[in-house]
């Protein structure tokens, strides 16, 4: 085992310092500290070792973990400087090329997002709008979440510093899905509903390829009188189609969220391989985008409706995962960044 640390350590070391990029910097990170990363994975071998001999080993590793950690961070300093440094010495031209106007077009997520609402207002859908900064009541409690509860642990939440104002505190916070629209509109009590947002959703969570403290989701919620299942088939199949083609269908998996009561992991056939597996679905032919299922009666008696009276359906999905599935775009971070490459190849 100290020998596997070491060599980890030096074999890692040398990669960092030949790195050129942070994307480079950020796969080294995933590889070392990710679910399955090889620093991570140490300490569950942990539990078969002596006492004796983890009393040498665990410092061993701690320092082992914290040099790669300092080395990461090192060198992202070292890539940002040298990135910076190279924009010094490019020129400006004013000749030729530089000189020929530039033709703009809207944002890749701005165009997805008009192509869904324009999909769903086709099925009598408007848009709702609700707050982004929201009250925990909207967010969690009337979904079914109350204070306490082990299942807030599902959602990374940014809470609003309120000090000063009259307000309890870890009464405001950053909302964490689009869901927090839905219980703003049936308080209202006008049924039925048939409403969409896309819309900006923050949780605390650190910043790589894949994980953005700011992102896009999209959302429906219906209520009505005779609102089944059938209804969350139907739209699931509708938008797949739309955007990945006709042969895209959907897969319902039995899945907990406190707010839907039966909860469903909606998956997609995999386009790209037509189910056969491949390195986007990771070799199972299907892949996750979007939670659903049935409102839970809870949520209607919090907001005064009656569950005996109506059923209805939520349904949300993140479109920035979409988007890099669809487009194979590896790092979520373009879409908050202005990288004028990017945003010309796009
Ligand atoms: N709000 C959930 C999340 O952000 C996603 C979700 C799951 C939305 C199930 C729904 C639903 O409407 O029914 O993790």
Redesign the pocket.
Known sequence: MEEKISQIQKDYLEKIQKTKSLKELDEIFLALFGKNGQITLIPKGFSRIAKEELKTLAPLFIAAKNDLEKAIEKRRKEVREESYKALESEKLSLQGDALEPRKGHLHLATQFKQEIIELFEKLGFYQFDAPHVEWDKYNFEYLNIPRDHPSRD??DTLYVDTSGLEVEPGQMLLR????NF?PRLMEKGKTPIRAMSFDR?FRYEAIDARHSHTFN?F???VVGEKITMANLKFLSDYLLKAILGKEAKSRFRPKY?P??EP?VGIDCLCVFCHGRGCKICSGTGWFEI????M?HPNVFKSTGLDPKKYTG?????GPDRMLMIKHEIEDIRYFLEGDLKFLQEH
């Open positions: 599902m959602w964490t899905h689009t869901s839905w959703c989701q959302e429906v919620a969220y707010f839907v909860g979007a939670g659903a299922g409102i359906l939520a349904w949300g999905f």
